[in-house]
């Protein structure tokens, strides 16, 4: 039955040519034992797109019973073409979808989570842009007089859903009068 090319080909002649009702049904004009449609309906969309495409430039190429076998030259380029340009297009939406679903996986830190006007705060994502690996550097009077584990407890509990879904976190607080000192 002239191979996987011609399954191609006479999926575009049944979708453009029947009734969507019928494209998996045995009838008259749909012989399921000839290369029958057997893919999910967003293929058989597809084929028809590319159908009613080929029924434009080559009407031949697509005519219901006539066209079986057909192979000319300018078909096999229209066909490896829809296929490259589909290839392409699926890539390149792929590849969208997976960037933006990156930067919306992404935790969003709150820059004034201690709700001061004296607080600095640098956060540097060392993840390479996956989103799960931190370090900051937060600057608050909040943390005069307490020592290092609970000044990062505090970070933590006022960070505690941002820190559910990243892999690594580092940080270093500083009250400002050491900030200012290390900077100078």
């Known amino acids: 039955m002239y191979g996987d090319f011609e399954a191609q080909r006479h999926w575009q002649e049944i979708t453009v ?4 009702s019928s494209w998996y049904h045995n ?6 034992e000839y290369w029958g449609l057997d893919y999910p309906p967003l293929t058989a ?3 028809l797109l590319m159908g009613l495409i080929a029924d434009w ?7 219901l019973f006539a066209s079986r076998g057909y192979e000319n030259e300018f078909h096999k380029s229209f066909m490896r073409w829809t296929v490259f340009l589909c290839d392409v297009y699926f890539f390149f939406t792929a590849a969208a979808c997976i960037s933006i679903d990156r930067e919306r ?6 820059y004034n989570i201690f709700k001061h006007t004296d607080i600095r705060l640098e956060v540097v994502d060392e993840s390479d842009g996956c989103g799960g690996k931190f370090s900051a ?7 005069i007089g307490k020592p290092l584990l609970a000044r990062h407890r505090l ?3 006022v960070l505690q859903e941002e820190l559910k879904v990243i892999h690594a976190f580092t940080q270093k607080t500083l009250t400002v009068d050491q900030w200012k000192s290390q900077n100078q």
């Open 17 to 20: 040519h029947t009734q969507i």
């Open 27 to 32: 009838t008259t004009q749909n012989d399921l």
């Open 45 to 47: 969309y597809h084929s």
């Open 57 to 63: 430039l080559d009407p031949e190429s697509v005519r």
């Open 105 to 110: 996986m992404k935790p969003k830190l709150n």
């Open 137 to 143: 550097v937060i600057v608050s009077d909040k943390f």
């Open 155 to 157: 970070v933590n509990s």
